[in-house]
């Protein structure tokens, strides 16, 4: 169950398994282009047999990247990329709104043999300003299982309003466009996921808006044979409930035109973070080979600890 951790200064740092050195991902830091909302990102990510299981910029929105922290409407502004949802008008090109996330260090980055760590420090910005937030994000790798062919990252990211203003998370959906909720941590599959099955821990279907504590996707690969799973799973820290004042998360997620999946933080209403507070989420994502069923993520899941 080795795990290897490579850093290109200025580039990314890979996270590789085994022997024959099974690149499972990718965290690519360095600047990309402006209009992109340029972000750190998660491309190539892969199951411990090497299959593909992210796209980076499809000729569809060139600002999808692997797996990555987003957000779509944040007080006026776009971290999300390319055009801005305007709500009677559509999808405009106002290069004026779109911000970024900048990497500033590294906390931590290291491999043992069962477990890899990236920290990291970050500032989120509005296009051509000052910074808003600063982020404390950590991924790990863990609980690598060539038995069952799967393997597990965690994400948590706290995010700090430095504003002397609340900032505002929204998305389309809470600007009127239905069904359009995407922000927070985002995945864009491959080409070849479009059609996949989506499970839940209630039911298999499209769970659009609604809420559970994980989601499964299933996609046939291109180019090989087989399948692969990835679980999305809340942490039970998150405070997604929507009891007791909790901001609820909602599930975006979408089969056609394209695989993505997204825990959205802002599906049907905005999520307002005033001046020096926190927003602290924790995610699994378990990458799988093959087609899991309900039960068997439900099982697997019950034998993970956070």
């Known amino acids: 169950m080795t795990l290897s951790l490579t850093h290109v200064p200025g580039d990314r740092v890979t996270v590789a398994h085994g022997a024959a050195g099974t690149e499972l991902f990718s965290y690519v830091y360095r600047p990309e282009a402006d209009w992109e909302a340029p972000k750190p990102y998660l491309h190539p990510l892969r199951t411990l047999s090497g299959a593909l299981v992210t796209d980076y910029r499809p000729n569809d929105h060139r600002w999808h990247k692997g797996l990555q922290l987003t957000a779509s409407h944040l007080s006026g502004q776009n971290l999300w990329g390319g055009n801005t949802y305007v709500h009677g008008e559509g999808y405009l090109a106002l290069p004026e709104r779109v911000g970024s996330m900048a990497h500033v260090a590294f906390a931590e980055t290291a491999a043992e043999a069962d477990r890899a760590v990236i920290a990291e420090q970050l500032t989120w910005h509005p296009h051509g300003g000052e910074p808003w937030a600063e982020e404390e994000r950590r991924i790990e790798v863990r609980d690598v299982d060539p038995d069952t062919g799967s393997w597990a990252l965690t994400w948590t990211s706290a995010v700090t309003n430095r504003r002397a203003e609340p900032l505002r998370f929204g998305s389309p959906t809470t600007h ?131």
């Open 176 to 306: 009127g466009r239905p069904a359009a909720g995407y922000t927070g941590l985002f995945w864009r599959g491959p080409r070849a996921f479009r059609g996949g099955r989506v499970l839940t821990a209630e039911a298999e279907g499209d769970p659009m808006g609604s809420r559970s504590p994980w989601l499964a996707y299933v996609g046939e690969h291109d180019g090989r044979d087989g399948h692969a799973t990835l679980v999305f799973e809340h942490a039970p820290s998150n405070d997604h409930s929507g009891e007791k004042g909790a901001h609820p998360a909602h599930w975006f997620v979408r089969t056609d035109p394209f695989a993505a999946v997204a825990p959205s933080w802002a599906f049907y209403e905005e999520l307002v973070l005033p001046p020096g507070e926190t927003l602290a989420r924790t995610y699994r994502v378990v990458v799988a080979d093959g087609a899991w069923d309900r039960a068997r993520v439900a099982a697997h899941l019950e034998g993970l600890a956070w």
